[in-house]
């Protein structure tokens, strides 16, 4: 069993991994702004700023996986990119694989092909920034880190959300940059915990980009 830190881990994605992991016997810290109404059984529930060195470092320090779980919208939308780029030196820098709740404008819809963030028509205006922080991550950050970070992108399907919750259906597909589903797809949490979690457990992948949909 793995020392898994989910950083965000009572948000939509954030604790659906929780939940999935802490149910496979995995040892679960989440660490969030606010504790959960409903606690998950056998999770280490830390209230504090992520973007605070201290409390990360603290979390970080003696775990196995970090999983990034924050979304670029809210109070930290203008400084997620650059908490972002801070939480993969800190994970380097502990010898800590990192995996990263993603999202779908980084993926291709065929191969070869250019990413979905390169249009955004049909997407409403005020969600333009956070989509391209997302893909500016993945496309320009993660692969100039250090060859020592094991890190891992984890893109869902299009549809995916608290608002577009989707059909949990116990199975999900596995690909690369290039959409499991060329019009975008869908997945709901619980089954995009199922694969992430079945990412951190197997860990074939290192460096990569990978999404998972219905």
């Known amino acids: 069993m793995s020392r898994i830190t989910v950083i965000g881990g009572t948000g939509y994605a954030g604790s659906a991994i929780v939940a999935e992991a802490a149910a496979r016997g995995h040892e679960v810290t989440a660490l969030s702004r606010s504790l ?7 999770v280490n529930y830390v209230q504090g700023d992520a973007t605070d060195e201290a409390t990360l ?38 010898g800590v694989r990192l995996y990263i709740v993603g999202g779908a404008s980084s993926l291709r819809p065929a191969p070869g092909a250019e990413r979905f963030v390169s249009d955004l028509s049909g997407i409403p205006d005020e969600l333009h920034d956070e989509i391209r922080l997302g893909a500016a991550f993945i496309v320009e950050d993660l692969p100039a880190t250090p060859a020592s970070l094991d890190w ?5 399907a299009l549809h995916f959300g608290a608002f577009m919750p989707g059909e949990q259906l116990g199975r999900y597909r596995l690909g690369d940059d290039v959409a499991v589903d060329p019009e975008g797809g869908a997945i709901s949490a619980a089954d995009y915990a199922l694969g992430f979690v079945d990412l951190i457990e197997k860990g074939e992948h290192h460096r990569a980009h990978v999404n998972i949909g219905h």
Do not use: C, H, K
Not at 36 to 42: A, G, M
Not at 152 to 156: H, K, L, M, N
């Open 152 to 156: 891992v992108f984890v893109s869902p």
């Open 57 to 94: 470092a603290s979390v970080i320090d003696g775990s196995d996986v970090v999983v990034g779980a924050l979304a670029p919208r809210g109070e930290l939308a203008s400084a997620w990119r650059d908490f972002y780029r801070f939480l993969a030196r800190r994970a380097d820098a502990a």
């Open 36 to 42: 959960p109404t409903e606690p998950v059984q056998n």
